[in-house]
């Protein structure tokens, strides 16, 4: 079957952006996170292994969906924790992601060949890092710091959910891997300003007790 492949060096989304992800994009992150320059293939090479992918997919309808729709609930529901108690976290993951996605601009597969088609409407930014993937990883770094029996499970549903992107012809492999990286990069962020205000309050605390609960303060220290 002929294929055309297009010649787009920048994602129509660059300058299509919807108002709430332009809102987005103008947000600013509750905690700072530094990312180092990345790079991505060819898309004409890459775009074979996509569709490859695609033609091996045995995601069930439901899977589709869950995994497109539902991904921050999947993760969640795994350590029973509500969407509402994460909603700021995924806001700043969100929005770090945004920001990177415009930088780079890459095209969606379904943008450079008439042989993907858009199948959603979560596919309306560039396609470099991956968000999905970025999301699911960092929460399931973050959740798994707080849970770590339920980390292995964690690991195994964000790899699913980012997985997915690319059989569904969303994305790109490497899109993937760098949402993963960024994704790190976010939760280790997160991690450390969340220690740091452990480690304050834990300070004021102690300046705040009497000299005999700094004694056995210490005393556990010693036998930790």
């Known amino acids: 079957m002929w294929e055309q492949v297009l010649k787009a060096s920048k994602s129509k989304w660059v300058n299509s952006l919807s108002t709430n992800k332009k809102k987005l994009l103008n947000k600013t992150p509750s905690f700072n996170a530094k990312f180092p320059k990345m790079t991505y293939p060819n898309n004409e090479k890459e775009l074979p292994k996509v569709i490859k992918i695609m033609k091996n997919s045995k995601l069930t309808e439901k899977e589709t969906k869950d995994y497109d729709k539902n991904h921050h609930k999947l993760m969640l529901d795994i350590v029973g924790e509500k969407e509402s108690d994460w909603k700021k976290f995924i806001q700043d993951a969100d929005i770090f992601v945004i920001k990177l996605k415009m930088k780079y601009g890459r095209p969606r597969p379904y943008e450079i060949t008439n042989k993907i088609d858009s199948v959603t409407d979560t596919d309306d930014t560039p396609s470099f890092p991956s968000g999905h993937a970025a999301e699911a990883y960092a929460l399931a770094k973050v ?55 452990v480690d304050i309050r834990n300070a004021v605390q102690y300046e705040r007790a009497s000299l005999d609960d700094r004694r056995k303060w210490h005393w556990r220290q010693a036998r930790a």
Request: charged share 30%; net charge positive.
């Open 143 to 197: 959740l798994g710091n707080k849970y770590p029996k339920k980390q292995k499970e964690l690991d195994s549903m964000a790899e699913k959910i980012a997985m997915s992107r690319v059989q569904m012809g969303l994305h790109f492999p490497s899109d993937i891997e760098a949402g993963k990286k960024v994704a790190n990069l976010i939760a280790d962020a997160y991690l450390n300003i969340k220690k740091q205000r």
